[in-house]
């Protein structure tokens, strides 16, 4: 029997045919809808699922499940809170259940991401494992012993609403300056477009062609390698911060591994060695001869879907 795992990102979302073995076999990706009926995003996902059966042309018999990470919490076949994609109290196992006519499970999406990590992944013979996912927003899930801690609400982990910066920026949960508001790839894009604005000789504005509102990830990125003052600037700002919520999780938790996944894990080497500087010697056990291991996480997208089941 084949399983199928789905990974709803904020901003994108990718499925795919997972088999006995625990491998993707088959995947598609598509662009998350937002603020739209949760309906909706249910029939693209029903949808996505067809697709991938017909892709390896078996019949949805030969499935036995959907599990789907979500970016948020949830309880049983309901998504309570989700705030970057607008689902509040939503029935959504059952929406896409009497679509598809399989048994679908939900987990939250950094909990499916880290799982995957910890089973096939960076986290692999870890005992104590955090995730700590930096992509439309900042997710995170801690496994201790081969369990998730999901806490009262089911909602453990949620790193990204701690607060390392009073009053400071708006945060999508209703907070003012959560890790989320500066460390999401989303927050790294917006920090860019100001600065781009604030500072006209920057390279982001000559390859955004004096557009800031065009300036993603991927273009930051490439005037960063390219040596733009500004960029550089932005870059250590939000290393500032990055270093501050690691520094927290390794201080509350201390795990054998952190591993970095999502969007900004893309990044690679230029965050993971400039993170490793800053925070060795902010930890409260830098005198220890046992230091929690940084690591980058090595499924990519492949954590979430094969986590999610």
């Known amino acids: 029997m084949y399983k199928v795992g789905i990974d709803l990102g904020g901003t994108?979302?990718?499925?795919?045919?997972?088999?006995?073995?625990?491998?993707?076999?088959?995947?598609?990706?598509?662009?998350?809808?937002?603020g739209c009926d949760p309906e909706l995003i249910a029939a693209d996902l029903a949808r996505m699922v067809f697709r991938l059966a017909a892709k390896v042309n078996v019949s949805m018999s030969a499935f036995d499940k959907i599990g789907i990470g979500i970016p948020g919490s949830v309880e049983g076949g309901i998504v309570k809170d989700a705030n970057n994609i607008g689902f509040y109290d939503v029935p959504f196992a059952g929406m896409v259940a009497a679509r598809t006519g399989l048994p679908v499970s939900l987990i939250n999406d950094s909990n499916a991401a880290a799982r995957g990590e910890y089973v096939a992944g960076s986290g692999k013979g870890a005992r104590s494992f955090f995730m700590l996912t930096l992509g439309t927003g900042v997710g995170g899930a801690y496994i201790y012993k081969g369990d998730i801690v999901e806490g009262c609400n089911m909602a453990a982990g949620e790193v990204g609403h701690m607060v390392i910066r009073v009053d400071g920026r708006h945060c999508s949960c209703g907070r003012r300056g959560c890790l989320e508001a500066y460390c999401s790839g989303t927050a790294?894009?917006?920090?860019?477009?100001?600065?781009?604005?604030?500072?006209?000789?920057?390279?982001?504005?000559?390859?955004?062609?004096?557009?800031?509102?065009?300036?993603?990830?991927?273009?930051?990125?490439?005037?960063?390698?390219?040596?733009d003052k500004t960029s550089s600037q932005v870059f250590d700002e939000y290393m500032k911060d990055l270093t501050a919520g690691v520094v927290n999780i390794i201080n509350l938790l201390q795990p054998d591994v952190l591993a970095i996944g999502g969007g900004m894990s893309g990044v690679g080497s230029t965050l993971l060695n400039e993170l490793i500087?800053?925070?060795?010697?902010?930890?409260?056990?830098?005198?220890?001869?046992?230091?929690?291991?940084?690591?980058?996480?090595?499924?990519?997208?492949?954590?979430?879907?094969?986590?999610?089941v």
């Open 188 to 227: 790294l894009a917006t920090r860019a477009r100001e600065a781009a604005i604030t500072n006209q000789y920057s390279l982001l504005n000559k390859l955004s062609e004096n557009n800031p509102s065009a300036i993603d990830g991927k273009l930051f990125y490439k005037a960063l390698m390219a040596g």
């Open 277 to 308: 500087k800053r925070v060795q010697p902010e930890v409260f056990s830098l005198h220890s001869d046992t230091q929690t291991s940084i690591r980058i996480a090595s499924l990519g997208n492949e954590a979430g879907i094969i986590g999610a």
């Open 12 to 34: 994108n979302t990718a499925g795919g045919i997972i088999d006995e073995k625990n491998e993707i076999i088959e995947r598609e990706n598509l662009l998350t809808r937002h």
